[in-house]
């Protein structure tokens, strides 16, 4: 699944109509608004959205479609990209400086002062963070195969859309 995978799709439905249509075929934030769930989850703005498929356990790199609808004058263009969500990415990227500062600084303090036999520990902590990080995303992209997939014909069939790129 390639990161940011464009979409780009044309219906003749409006903004207002594609907004209701989408609501009414996804659970909010992931909460359960039927007895029966729906296999998508997301969050609806004024003119955006964000979806993703339901899962019963915990991928925080899940793929998403993160999206936007714009009137055109005969309907309506949904734009969107695929990746992880927002908040996860900027988690991880702050997490993963932090991680490295203390790796550098754990190092930098051992090679200045710590005994001689000591100065293997701080390798670890370089060596192991980035690698363990990316490692996490490609087993939860290789948990998620396929999503991207999902979500671009679940869109496609709920807005009665056409494809004007297709990948």
């Known amino acids: 699944m390639p990161q940011h995978a464009a979409v780009l799709l044309r ?4 903004p207002a109509e594609c907004m209701a249509r989408l609501k009414g075929a996804i659970e909010y934030n992931g909460w ?26 915990r991928n925080s790199f899940q793929p998403t479609l993160i999206g936007s609808f714009v009137p055109d004058g005969k309907g309506t263009i949904v734009y969107g990209e695929f990746g992880i969500h927002p908040t996860v990415r900027t988690m991880w990227i702050v ?14 303090g051992m090679v200045l002062a710590g005994p001689p036999s000591m100065k293997w520990l701080a ?4 060596l192991f963070i980035f690698p363990f990080g990316l490692g996490m995303r490609h087993l939860s992209k290789l948990l998620s195969w396929g999503e ?16 004007t790129n297709p990948r």
Request: with cysteine; net charge neutral; hydrophobic share 45%.
């Open 32 to 57: 359960r608004t039927s007895f029966e769930p729906k296999p998508v989850a997301g969050d609806i703005k004024r003119d955006s959205f964000v979806i993703w498929k339901r899962i019963c356990y």
């Open 95 to 108: 997490l993963l400086f932090v991680a490295g500062c203390f790796g550098l600084l754990s190092f930098a």
């Open 11 to 14: 219906t003749p439905l409006s």
């Open 123 to 126: 390798v670890p902590s370089i």
């Open 148 to 163: 991207d997939v999902f979500l671009r014909e679940f869109i496609t069939h709920v807005l009665q859309t056409e494809e």
